[in-house]
């Protein structure tokens, strides 16, 4: 079986455009598109849909082209880790996807102190 589904797919003959949602297992969110008739040097990779579906739930601290960066680098992991198909499940869908491994260690989530820090 496929690791992609279509899972919705709509044409609209007023624009001429094709609305599609492709789930991915390895990817953790949906990835929706409006298709246009595109040369094929334009076409996008999903990230900036990513990116900006995750910049529209959660803030994002610094940069944003460095937090975009890093989570660009965040979400090949998630797929590769994903693709393995361990058992184990990494998402991006909470507020952390745009944070280094460094900076999530020294966050004080959990009411305990980091171990840099004892």
């Excluded at 496929?2 to 624009?15: N, Q």
């Excluded at 008739?37 to 460095?66: I, P, Q, Y």
């Excluded at 361990?86 to 280094?100: Q, V």
Aim: glycine share 6%; hydrophobic share 35%; aromatic share 6%.
């Amino acid at each position: 079986t496929s690791a992609v589904a279509i899972t919705g797919l709509k044409y609209c003959s007023d624009s001429d455009e094709i609305r599609v949602t492709v789930k991915d297992k390895s990817v953790p969110i949906p990835v929706s598109a409006t298709l246009k008739k595109t040369d094929c040097a334009s076409v996008s990779n999903g990230l900036d849909e990513m990116w900006n579906k995750f910049r529209s739930v959660h803030s994002v601290n610094g940069d944003d082209t460095e937090r975009k960066a890093i989570f660009a680098d965040n979400v090949k992991k998630a797929v590769e880790h994903n693709r393995k198909e361990t058992g184990s499940y990494m998402g991006l869908e909470g507020p952390f996807a745009a944070m280094t491994l460094d900076e999530f260690q020294s966050m004080n989530i959990r009411g305990f102190k980091s171990g840099k820090d004892q």
